[in-house]
């Protein structure tokens, strides 16, 4: 992958202003995702972000999702994701969590990580670090290792990173 295949995918994130909310500025995308050397270009980028010895990828629903399989693929590793509630009929464990906008909850599935595995948990972009650090809470209770955070974007003005202390986290790009 070149630098400038990088780049330019990155430079297909578009800025909508108020949404949800009023006040949020919210990083959409779905024109990357629409571009598949975009898509291939931030795989191959995030790829080279996890270390050799991880054998799960654990992405954060929804858009994570699109990089999980992406990614776990690429990798050869196995894949564990990370649902919001209602969506498994076996939770192994759930997390409730403050957002920029509001709360959620996060749902690990049952019976699928196991202690000693080497986990990187993989998300599209890191705020106020609330997704995150829950999905490695969930990740953690399990008795797995995060070696490794990465994701697309760092807005680097929620301080998110923050909320990770000690955690290995890797941004392709940080605003």
Do not use: N
């Not at 992958?1 to 500025?25: I, N």
């Not at 054998?55 to 564990?80: K, N, S, Y």
């Not at 996060?106 to 650090?133: K, M």
């Amino acid at each position: 992958m070149r630098l400038g295949d990088l780049e330019r995918a990155l430079g297909l994130v578009r800025t909508v202003p108020d949404f949800p909310e009023p006040g949020v500025l919210f990083r959409d995308l779905s024109p990357l995702f629409a571009d598949a050397s975009a898509v291939r270009a931030v795989v191959d980028a995030l790829a080279a972000t996890v270390p050799s010895d991880v054998d799960v990828i654990a992405p954060v629903e929804a858009r994570g999702f699109l990089l999980g399989g992406a990614l776990a693929v690429a990798l050869g590793c196995a894949l564990v994701p990370i649902r919001k509630p209602g969506k498994l009929p076996v939770v192994a464990d759930r997390v409730d969590y403050a957002l920029e906008y509001g709360t959620a909850t996060l749902e690990l599935p049952g019976d699928v990580l196991r202690a000693g595995h080497r986990v990187a948990v993989v998300d599209d972009v890191l705020a106020t670090g609330g997704t995150v650090a829950a999905a490695c809470e969930l990740v953690e209770r399990a008795g797995a290792e995060v070696a490794k955070v990465s994701v697309i974007l760092e807005l680097t003005a929620l301080g998110g990173r923050d909320r990770l202390p000690g955690r290995d986290v890797e941004a392709l790009q940080a605003i």
